[in-house]
Structure formats: structure tokens, C-alpha cells
């Protein structure tokens, strides 16, 4: 099977993640094809700068994620430590971070019909929704 893109994003929360209502957000988009969720991690930062990482499902004492393990399709290990380093050091104190790593499952089924008649994707690219929001903002003013 075709795979769709694979997206790879870091959210920071000031505190902690508000589980439930994240939840609810992303299984509408599970449930509805847009997305798979492939692996989540959380990172927290503590007031002294230390970094505290954790899965879901591993021993968590926090009820809010709870109800995010219930959306993860697969969770493959693959936010590795140097990526939790690497942006834990860029982290604020007292915050914690959601890293994401999802497929765009709608793109499947695009991918399968281009490859069938011959076509590829020679480029893509991201543009933040803030940046649109704003290019959006200028032309219409």
C-alpha cells in the first residue's frame, strides 16, 4: 500500500496538554480518513530546564492524555532522543510539547492513481497557516 505524506510537528502548550479537547479534534480527523497517527510523544520542561519525555500508555499519571491513546493507530518509536533534545532545548520552562507524527491518509488513494498512470510528485511543500492567514490579510485589505 501507498503510503500518503508524513508530517512531523512539535506543538508547545504553556503547562500542560489539553488532552480531551485535542483528542476530539484529531479522532474526527482519524475517523473521517484525513489523517493516521503514526507516533506521539510528549516532552515536558520543568522550571530548572530539565526534560521529562513519555509515551502514552507508559505509566502516565495524568488523565488528560488518557483519552489520546485511544486515536493512535501505531506507535512506531520514531521521535528518537535527539530530536526530544533538540527541541526540548527550545522549549519554555513550565511548558510541555505534543510531537506528532502523522500521514496525510487522504493522499493515499491520489498516490496510487498517479503512480498508476505514470505521474510522481516533484515537489511539495508547506506553508504554515499563519503565513496564509497573513498573504490572506494583505489582499484583502
Given at each position: ?13 504553556p503547562?500542560e496538554v ?41 505509566g ?14 501505531s ?51 508547506r ?15
Open positions: 500500500m501507498a503510503h500518503g505524506a508524513v508530517e512531523f510537528v512539535v506543538v508547545e502548550f503547562g489539553p488532552g480531551p479537547a485535542l483528542a476530539d479534534e484529531l479522532k474526527k480527523l482519524v475517523e473521517g480518513g484525513i489523517v493516521e497517527i503514526i507516533d506521539v510523544l510528549f516532552v515536558r520542561k520543568a522550571s530548572d530546564g530539565t526534560l521529562e519525555s513519555f509515551e502514552l500508555g507508559t502516565l499519571v495524568n488523565d488528560e492524555y488518557i483519552s489520546l491513546d485511544r486515536i493512535i493507530q506507535v512506531d518509536g520514531l521521535i528518537g532522543q535527539e530530536d526530544v533534545e533538540l527541541i526540548g532545548a527550545e522549549l519554555h520552562p513550565g511548558h510541555t510539547a505534543a510531537f506528532l507524527i502523522f500521514e496525510h491518509a487522504w493522499l493515499r488513494s491520489i498516490r496510487e492513481r498517479l503512480a498508476d498512470s505514470g505521474a510522481q510528485v516533484v515537489f511539495t511543500e506553508i504554515p497557516g499563519p503565513v496564509v492567514d497573513e498573504v490572506m490579510a494583505a489582499e484583502t485589505a
